[in-house]
């Protein structure tokens, strides 16, 4: 008897295989990023008072507030250079999640790409193949 499941292990393992460089390029940017902006945030705010008067301004503004949250703690240069990324993360965020919908979506297999064939073990009773010999055919020969 088959599960609702059966071959999503199959498919997140290809999914993590074909983003192995993608993925981990783009936390080391978050990363990277992170670390500018906290190093950047020292030239800024050099002082624990300058940090405040920033936080305070910060959480003055309903607007800001909205957009990026409050700022709890006045005296961490952490929360002032996280909240100078907000947005900008956000905004990258969702560039690479629409890299990887339109990656892992139809347009693989409008591209011709062979991999898409592993989605028939996974799914074999939603999915009626072009060619009758495939369904037949080991995983491991899908890809």
């Given amino acids: ?11 997140v393992r290809l999914a993590l295989r074909r983003d192995r ?5 783009w936390v080391g940017l978050f990363a990277a990023m992170a ?3 906290a190093s950047a945030t020292v030239g800024l705010y050099p002082n624990e008072a300058s940090r405040v008067e920033a936080a305070n301004t910060i ?7 909205a957009l ?15 909240t100078k990324l907000t947005a900008v993360y ?17 347009a693989e297999e409008e591209a011709g790409r062979r991999r898409t064939r592993l989605a028939l073990v996974a799914l074999p009773h939603r999915v009626e193949p072009a060619d009758p010999g495939l ?9």
Avoid at 1 to 11: D, F, I, Y
Avoid at 21 to 25: D, H, K, N, R, T
């Fill in 90 to 106: 956000a905004a990258l965020l969702s560039i690479l999640m629409v890299m990887l919908v339109v990656r892992h979506t139809r």
């Fill in 21 to 25: 460089l993608l993925i981990p390029a």
């Fill in 35 to 37: 670390a500018f902006s």
């Fill in 68 to 82: 990026y949250g409050p700022i709890y703690d006045p005296t961490s240069l952490g929360a002032l250079s996280i």
């Fill in 135 to 143: 369904r037949r055919r080991p995983l491991a020969r899908c890809w």
């Fill in 1 to 11: 008897m088959r599960g609702e499941l059966t071959g999503t292990a199959g498919l």
């Fill in 59 to 65: 959480n003055s503004a309903s607007a800001t507030v």
